[in-house]
């Protein structure tokens, strides 16, 4: 099969099966064997598709519309590796749901439903090579998604749903105006309305292209994908909408979307930092604002009793991590915020499934109602361990070696003050982590009891996910390496 045919058939995949979801009888086991094929059948052509990008190769579909570099080959394996193994463990906790009496069967038909849509906008997102269809597929994931959030219909998740939309959908107009000043100050140079809207072309003629606009241009894009991505201080819906959604949305939405709205912002990135601009100016606004968000995110953790809230805070302080490698700026920089998408990714992934087999076991969301995990459920227990641990960068797991390479970084430039306010917030961080760690770990159950250890099956996708943890953060995979370093020549203008 030919690669272009690979491009169509990962959109036409998902959709495919959303239809075929949404005309199937409501038979629980039915719908759950055909979600789970979708999803595997998604994430096989992705995989495809990153195999033939991995050494920078570059493909065009539908003219030059959409594309697939080794930029977008990062991302699309977050949705193709942490997304089919969100979606197997979806299958099972749909099932607790239904059981529970929280939902019934047509709520967990349109749950379904609604993941391949979701993917397809994503994955629209990542192979847009026309700007404005790129904002017009991030725009899409909100309306995709927002209904698996409040799938349980009650006045918090509702609200939630709501302040998702609305805080969004401002936040991307803001990203719609960095589409048309770009739009506008290309053309100038291109003469083109089409190669005008490519981000090939811009990149092509960024020296051209008028600094000042550009400063505005990344001003707003910022501000626009960085309100989706979950930068501060316009993260204020993700806490919500992460904590009251059902564990696997919120996995889905914490582990690829937010990646999503990065891969937006790494564009304009490029493109600003390749033009007359240069690449000082981009990384200083990225230092300020990943600074910001990992010490808003900090100070949160440290209050939060939460489960699910407190990873929601943990997300926005992931995506100020990758956000400071950016930062940081130059090759390696650059890398190890790639390398942290992936990472982040995972172990987020992990947190909050992990995280929908506690709230099983004890009934509640609340920490100070827990204990005694490692006595109750052992595995969930090593599982939930190996996420916070990650998340905390202990080594040497996923996410230490992201950090540390960002560490390097920055004090191989100069960067003594960024660097230190960044170790600084890790460690606050540490420390509220691992004192709510202790609270649902150990000690005597502080409440009920409602079930014992979760079936294999529901823990087999979190296996997968914590051994990848754990194999991204010793080893070091030559297809994946290679596949960012070509990534990272893309963006600094190799």
């Not at 906790?93 to 059981?99: L, N």
């Not at 600094?211 to 309100?227: N, Q």
């Amino acid at each position: 099969m030919s690669i272009q045919f690979l491009m169509i058939l990962v959109l036409v995949v998902p959709l495919g099966f959303a239809a075929l979801l949404w005309f199937l009888p409501t038979d629980e086991k039915k719908l759950g064997l055909v979600h789970l094929i979708g999803s595997i059948a998604s994430s096989v052509v992705a995989l495809m598709i990153i195999s033939n990008v991995l050494d920078g190769e570059r493909y065009f579909v539908f003219g030059d519309i959409l594309f697939i570099d080794s930029l977008g080959g990062v991302f699309l394996t977050l949705i193709a590796v942490t997304g089919v193994l969100i979606n197997m463990y979806s299958v099972k906790y749909m099932q607790w749901e239904v059981k529970k009496g929280d939902i019934g069967v047509k709520d967990v038909k349109l749950f379904y439903v609604l993941s391949h849509i979701f993917l397809f906008t994503m994955t629209l997102s990542v192979l847009a090579n026309n700007m404005a269809v790129m904002w017009a597929a991030v725009e899409a994931t909100t309306l995709s998604s927002v209904f698996m959030v409040a799938l349980h219909k009650g006045k918090r998740s509702t609200e939630s749903g709501w302040k998702y939309i609305v805080i969004c959908s401002i936040g991307l107009a803001f990203a719609l105006y960095a589409t048309i000043l770009l739009y506008g100050a290309g053309h100038a140079v291109i003469g083109d309305g089409h190669n005008a809207m490519l981000w090939t072309s811009l990149m092509d003629n960024a020296k051209l292209i008028d600094p000042d606009a550009l400063k505005l241009v990344f001003v707003f894009a910022l501000i626009g994908y960085g309100t989706k991505a979950g930068l501060a201080p316009t993260h204020t819906w993700l806490p919500d909408v992460h904590s009251e959604g059902p564990s696997p949305a919120s996995a889905m939405l914490s582990a690829v979307l937010l990646k999503c709205a990065m891969l937006a912002i790494i564009r304009f990135y490029g493109l600003v930092g390749n033009s007359m601009v240069g690449f000082e100016y981009v990384q200083n606004l990225m230092l300020i604002i990943s600074l910001i968000t990992i010490f808003v995110a900090a100070l949160f953790i440290l209050r939060q009793h939460d489960v699910k809230r407190m990873f929601a805070y943990h997300s926005v302080e992931h995506i100020g991590i990758i956000a400071f490698g950016f930062g940081i700026g130059g090759p390696l920089g650059i890398f190890a915020g790639l390398f942290h998408s992936l990472t982040h990714s995972l172990t987020k992934a992990l947190a909050f499934c992990a995280s929908g087999n506690i709230i099983k076991i004890y009934g509640t969301r609340d920490m100070r109602k827990m204990g005694g995990l490692v006595k109750v459920a052992p595995v969930t227990a090593v599982l939930f361990g190996i996420a916070i641990c990650s998340l905390a960068g202990v080594p040497p797991l996923a996410i230490f070696a992201s950090e540390f390479m960002m560490i390097k970084a920055g004090l191989g430039i100069g960067q003594y003050v960024a660097v230190a306010l960044f170790i600084i917030g890790l460690a606050i961080v540490f420390i509220g982590i691992f004192s709510h760690f202790n609270d649902i770990m150990f000690g005597e159950p502080k409440g009920e009891i409602l079930s014992k250890e979760v079936e294999l099956s529901a823990n087999l996708p979190l296996i997968a996910l914590a051994v990848l943890v754990i194999v991204f953060g010793i080893f070091s995979i030559d297809s994946w390496i290679s596949l960012l370093n070509n990534a990272t020549k893309i963006v600094v203008g190799i």
